[in-house]
């Protein structure tokens, strides 16, 4: 596969890749260039809109909010999978609180992607 096809199929993964970095290292500018401005995250997140957050900017208030409130987290790629325009991560969630309450959940993200922005996150996650 010539070098041009393979940046194709890998654009999904080091999209997905480069916003859980953004999340990680807690900056609000990487996630926010990351988000195409129509956006839509469905997560089991408590949101306005019964699961789901709906535009880039509601995004990343919804992370200025995590943040804000002393959260540490961090996210753990254990595997990756996609091609083109959807890449699937397979994640361990570290989150400690305030207070030293610690929590532990395995997450499966699906993004899909358009140009150089995710369009679309898809969040399923067991506690």
């Known amino acids: ?54 535009g880039g900017k509601n995004i990343v208030e919804y992370w200025k909010n995590k943040f804000g409130g002393r959260l540490k987290h961090s996210i753990k790629v254990e595997e990756i999978m996609g091609s083109g325009l959807r890449c699937i991560l397979f994640e361990e969630i570290e989150e400690e609180k305030t207070g030293g309450l610690h929590t532990i959940r395995r997450a499966v993200e699906i993004f899909e992607v358009q140009g150089e922005e995710i369009i679309r996150i898809r969040s399923y996650t067991k506690t």
Request: glycine share 4%; charged share 30%.
């Open 1 to 54: 596969m010539s070098p041009i096809k393979m940046e194709k199929a890998e654009k999904a993964n080091r999209l997905g890749l480069k916003y859980i970095e953004a999340i990680n290292a807690q900056r609000i500018e990487m996630i926010e260039k990351s988000l195409h401005s129509e956006c839509i995250w469905e997560t089991s997140a408590s949101s306005p809109e019964d699961g789901k957050i709906i």
